[in-house]
């Protein structure tokens, strides 16, 4: 009930009122009167009420000059008073309320540095003067009466709602009973004041809320107070009563459904209609096993790992090890091949149907089907669809799986380190699994799904080993019939899958894993392209996606025309989307808020639905010196804008700034070196490259630029410069030799439509790019003058007069 510490023993002492550990103390009379001045003894965890007899826990070496003062009084008396603090011992007489409890101490016993002591609580009192405000602590008292008299009706009433506070109790905790039949021995139920204080004893409030009662003096208050900290106990009482019969409920039921599991496990066993875990599963495998067409190598392995799953305990992780082992093996579809659906119309209306436009993409894919029909199967081959993102790649190979009619599985390679994601692990680690591949076998269902392998080109290696090399053996046709997975430890064949590979760029994909794919370049689409798509697929797709009926949102051709221009620029249409999404979203708020659809948003709404353009005309740069080149990104084609200046003449020097790679440098040495060595059959003067400091820059510094395409420019920008003539508005691409050779370049059809989105109508390319300009489609190539080159010059008379030829 109180604080307990560990101490000391008590002092000896003589005489007859010493208290010692084990000594009886002579019982005073009830009607003794009460000494004024008595030690005081802290209580941290409750205050104690009168009409109790308390067991008392404390430490001796803290409390036992306290109690020895009380042994060698005469009355035997201590003030026991709750304090404020956590512990007894930190208390100071600052921290003790009030009103405390007299108490007669009877017994005293010492066991391990605690004192036990057995008090009988007497009477209120209030502390009024501290005679010692260190401890042992001393003070004088002045008592309190308890209400004398006949109770009245009202304290009646309170009375009987108290007793049947506690009668409500006595069932839901039979601690409750032991003590009720205490109470009833020493008092009755006529005795209100000692009833409310036994009522309060009984709860599990704070130690403020009974200090509160104990500190109330006039019956019906107190009453009032303890009846509804009894309520409140009662109410706890029933909330814990109900957990844990829901608790016990819960084990009865789980318990009893273990037993008759148990049991009809038992019978069903005697009656032979039902068998153990290891035969169960074994039947299971061998269920599996009729239904596959296995290898021999395969059957061998099966038949040793079943042998070794009889032996061994159930219980044990080998176990577990072999059952896993087993269940992958026989899940696999070994010999199972879905009927390829090989109808070239079908596959060009599924074609038709899924994407606007790639007529060059769509027929290279018909082309492969078609070799595929003539030979009665489709296998060993993997396509690589390069492109910038969202111009379809991911989409192209869901319709190449619809029109095959077979399963399509699809994973993103992007940023895998680890070989054992290819290849699997070794079945010696824990938490050991097949590789992607087999996974998606296991998940397809057969053995020649239509497998995606996204982002290809973000394989990296680390110290995990170069998944790109292990990506070798799934990717060749002339391996992948034997394909060894490290955790299956077995010969499984790939070769019936189709592989379909997607990219953004092929210059990080390595050479030998490059050589084993065909590639299939997606360029970005041209803004009538981007059109259509948004009418037919992407603007429809948004408005079933906000749930709204079709013609909800309707946006004309100007519209479109203007959102493509000013906010979706992009090679592919996901930005598109996006923003088509966005205008979508806030017209559904607004048909929310009432107003009727259906809405057309016109060209001048799309600053209110999607805020200020992002793409804005691009800046024309002109001048002597400034020069627009053409080139290629992961993102698609763009125009680029070189600038040449001469700083100073102080010296002769060359500068490039604008963020420029190891190749475009390498361009523009070269050019600097064959303009200078040439400048004066160029029409420049020779002189002017003797004292002069040139400066080239290439705007949007923030921007990392590289690639084997602006040699002509940069020439194009000194010599301008150098001749202090601006050039006519045209475009041009290709690299330049020191000789003044024009090489070519890739990327035709992107720098077109960069080109075509700058307003661009001429431009230059070189000779040995005339083929492949010509494999452009031609809406891309339509308004065009272009102009070959196979030497710089050629180039010379197209910048600054009127064009020789077209």
């Given at each position: 009930m109180a604080d307990a510490d560990s101490g000391e023993d008590l002092g000896e002492d003589s005489g007859e009122t010493q208290i010692d550990e084990g000594s009886e103390i002579t019982l005073a009379r009830a009607n003794d009167v009460l000494p004024t001045r008595i030690p005081i003894l802290p209580v941290?965890?409750?205050?104690?009420?009168?009409?109790?007899?308390?067991?008392?826990?404390?430490?001796?070496?803290?409390?036992?000059?306290?109690?020895?003062?009380?042994?060698?009084?005469?009355?035997?008396i201590l003030g026991v008073v709750l304090v404020r603090t956590e512990t007894s011992?930190?208390?100071?007489?600052?921290?003790?309320?009030?009103?405390?409890?007299?108490?007669?101490?009877?017994?005293?016993?010492h066991q391990d540095g605690h004192l036990q002591v057995l008090v009988e609580c007497l009477q209120r009192f209030n502390i009024a003067t501290w005679l010692s405000r260190e401890a042992p602590f001393d003070a004088q008292v002045t008592y309190l009466p308890e209400p004398a008299g006949r109770p009245n009706e009202e304290i009646k009433a309170y009375a009987m709602a108290v007793i049947n506070t506690i009668k409500e109790l006595l069932p839901l905790?039979?601690?409750?009973?032991?003590?009720?039949?205490?109470?009833?021995?020493?008092?009755?139920?006529?005795?209100?004041?000692?009833?409310?204080?036994?009522?309060?004893?009984?709860?599990?409030?704070?130690?403020?809320q009974l200090q509160e009662v104990l500190e109330i003096l006039p019956l019906l208050p107190r009453m009032e107070k303890v009846l509804v900290l009894l309520n409140n106990e009662l109410e706890l009482a029933r909330a814990q009563q109900k957990i844990r019969r829901t608790v016990e409920e819960k084990m009865h039921k789980q318990q009893r459904e273990f037993f008759l599991r148990e049991q009809?496990?038992?019978?069903?066993?005697?009656?032979?209609?039902?068998?153990?875990?290891?035969?169960?599963?074994?039947?299971?495998?061998?269920?599996?096993?009729?239904?596959?067409?296995?290898?021999?190598?395969?059957?061998?392995?099966?038949?040793?790992?079943?042998?070794?799953?009889?032996?061994?305990?159930?219980?044990?992780?080998?176990?577990?090890?072999?059952?896993?082992?087993?269940?992958?093996?026989?899940?696999?579809?070994?010999?199972?091949?879905?009927?390829?659906?090989?109808?070239l119309k079908r596959a060009r209306r599924i074609l038709d149907r899924d994407h606007y436009g790639l007529e060059d993409v769509k027929k290279r894919i018909l082309e492969f089907l078609a070799v595929g029909i003539h030979k009665g199967e489709i296998a060993g081959s993997i396509i690589l669809l390069v492109g910038p993102p969202g111009v379809g790649k991911t989409s192209i190979g869901h319709s190449i799986a619809d029109a095959l009619g077979r399963r399509f599985y699809r994973f993103s390679v992007g940023g895998i380190r680890d070989e054992a994601e290819i290849k699997g692990h070794r079945r010696t680690y824990i938490g050991a699994?097949?590789?992607?591949?087999?996974?998606?076998?296991?998940?397809?269902?057969?053995?020649?799904?239509?497998?995606?392998l996204d982002e290809i080109d973000k394989v990296g290696a680390s110290y995990h080993g170069d998944p790109a090399s292990a990506l070798l053996e799934v990717l060749d046709p002339e391996q992948n019939s034997d394909f060894l997975d490290h955790y299956l430890d077995l010969r499984f064949d790939l070769s019936k899958v189709l592989f379909v590979c997607t990219a953004n760029q092929t210059d990080s994909i390595p050479g030998p894993l490059l050589d084993r794919m065909e590639v299939i370049q997606l360029s970005g689409y041209i803004a009538e392209e981007k059109l259509q798509i948004a009418k037919k697929y992407l603007l429809p797709r948004q408005i079933d996606r906000a749930g709204l009926a079709k013609r909800t949102v309707t946006l004309d051709t100007k519209t479109l025309r203007a959102l493509i221009e000013g906010y979706a620029r992009d090679a592919g249409v996901r930005r598109l989307e996006k923003q088509l999404g966005k205008i979508v979203r806030k017209v559904a708020v607004r048909m929310l808020e009432g107003e009727e659809a259906p809405i057309s948003v016109g060209e001048t709404d799309l600053k209110d639905y999607l805020g200020s353009p992002v793409f804005r005309d691009e800046r024309k740069l002109s001048g002597p010196g400034v020069v627009t080149g053409l080139a290629w990104t992961a993102m698609g084609g763009a125009t680029l804008s070189i600038e040449a200046a001469r700083t100073h003449s102080f010296m002769r020097g060359f500068k490039l700034t604008g963020q420029l790679g190891d190749v475009m440098k390498e361009s523009a040495e070269i050019a600097y070196g064959y303009l200078v060595g040439h400048a004066a059959e160029l029409g420049a003067d020779p002189a002017f490259f003797e004292n002069a400091f040139i400066h080239v820059h290439v705007p949007a510094g923030a921007t990392p630029?590289?690639?084997?395409?602006?040699?002509?420019?940069?020439?194009?920008?000194?010599?301008?410069?150098?001749?202090?003539?601006?050039?006519?508005?045209?475009?041009?691409?290709?690299?330049?030799?020191?000789?003044?050779?024009?090489?070519?370049?890739?990327?035709?059809?992107?720098?077109?439509?960069?080109?075509?989105?700058?307003?661009?109508?001429?431009?230059i390319l070189p000779e040995d790019n005339r083929g492949e300009f010509e494999e452009v489609p031609e809406h891309v190539r339509k308004g065009f003058k272009v102009h070959f080159a196979s030497r710089y010059h050629d180039v010379l008379p197209l910048l600054f007069g009127a064009a020789s030829r077209a």
């Open positions: 941290a965890s409750r205050p104690f009420f009168p009409g109790q007899a308390v067991p008392l826990m404390m430490d001796a070496e803290s409390w036992s000059s306290t109690l020895k003062a009380v042994g060698e009084s005469e009355h035997k011992e930190e208390a100071q007489t600052t921290d003790f309320y009030p009103v405390g409890t007299a108490c007669r101490v009877h017994r005293v016993h905790n039979p601690l409750y009973v032991e003590e009720l039949r205490m109470f009833l021995d020493r008092f009755g139920p006529d005795d209100p004041s000692h009833l409310s204080d036994f009522a309060a004893s009984l709860t599990t409030s704070t130690k403020e009809l496990k038992a019978i069903q066993k005697e009656l032979g209609i039902a068998k153990d875990d290891r035969t169960a599963e074994i039947d299971r495998f061998n269920e599996r096993i009729e239904t596959l067409t296995l290898t021999e190598q395969a059957s061998k392995r099966i038949e040793e790992e079943m042998d070794k799953l009889r032996m061994l305990e159930t219980g044990s992780p080998e176990y577990a090890v072999t059952r896993n082992y087993l269940d992958w093996i026989t899940i696999l579809p070994w010999g199972k091949h879905s009927a390829d659906k090989l109808d699994m097949p590789g992607k591949f087999l996974q998606a076998i296991k998940d397809a269902g057969t053995a020649n799904p239509v497998i995606m630029k590289d690639g084997p395409s602006a040699g002509i420019t940069i020439t194009s920008a000194l010599l301008s410069l150098a001749r202090n003539q601006p050039i006519r508005r045209l475009a041009m691409t290709g690299e330049i030799t020191l000789t003044g050779e024009v090489f070519p370049v890739g990327g035709i059809r992107e720098k077109l439509i960069a080109a075509r989105r700058a307003g661009i109508r001429e431009i």
